[in-house]
């Protein structure tokens, strides 16, 4: 695990994980990232392979709780990536629905393949993994996301004519910040059928509904 000049998408480093056979990982230290109640996340940056032919990169981002103890079931993974020399982009989303959420957890790793628990051979499977190899990691960041929730009047989201369906939508963010909100409407054929934007935040309401009228079989417009 070291910093490397050859291969970067910005700047002037990437973090290169190496195989000399079985695994390996970096991880960002317990406590340095802390987490902000019931507020999603997003990691994102760039992943590249070499020689990478059974192993596999991975990102991997959750939340531990106030006794340094990793919450399990908010783990959250990205693709398994073999690139081939190229630049691949990382996008995983940290929901913020666990309750004892201190702190934000990072690792950044490469998973060799085991052996599958159902396989009728048990312990006399052949497993193939790699032996060389590694993985470049660059420009990986954590943002703060605002948490978006959408529903109707209906607890199915089915309305039938001729109710007039109603959509009420939520956007909670801590950081105060005056925000944008955009909701559209598609109809079946994801054709746009319209369109309302919203200021919320920094005192503005965080919560507003706008019915819509059905206007003809397929598709609706707000009242």
Same mark, same amino acid.
């Given at each position: 695990v070291r910093y490397d000049r050859e291969h970067s998408v910005s700047g002037d480093f990437s973090l290169h994980l190496g195989l000399t056979g079985g695994a390996t990982g970096a991880f960002v230290e317990v406590a340095a990232i802390? =987490?902000?109640?019931?507020s999603d996340y997003l990691l994102t940056g760039w992943v590249r392979t070499e020689k990478l032919d059974h192993a596999w990169a991975e990102a991997r981002v959750y939340f531990i709780d106030a006794g340094r103890r990793r919450i399990e079931r908010s783990v959250h993974r990205s =693709?398994?990536?073999?690139?081939?020399g190229e630049w691949s982009q990382i996008a995983i989303k940290l929901p913020g629905d666990y309750d004892g959420a201190e702190y934000i957890g990072v690792e950044l790793v490469i998973v060799q393949p085991g052996m599958d628990e159902d396989s009728v051979l048990g312990q006399r499977q052949v497993v193939e993994q790699d032996i060389d190899g590694g993985a470049w990691f660059d420009d990986i960041a954590l943002w703060k996301l605002p948490h978006v929730e959408l529903r109707t009047q209906s607890p199915t989201?089915?309305?039938?004519a001729p109710q007039t369906p109603e959509v009420t939508a939520t956007v909670r963010d801590l950081s105060g910040q005056r925000l944008r909100a955009q909701l559209s409407v598609y109809d079946h054929r994801a054709e746009l059928i319209?369109?309302?934007?919203?200021?919320v935040g920094a005192g503005t309401a965080s919560t507003w509904t706008s019915p819509w009228t059905m206007c003809r079989a397929t598709t609706c417009r707000p009242a």
């Open positions: 802390p =987490a902000i109640a019931a =693709a398994p990536f073999q690139t081939r989201n089915i309305i039938a319209d369109r309302q934007t919203v200021a």
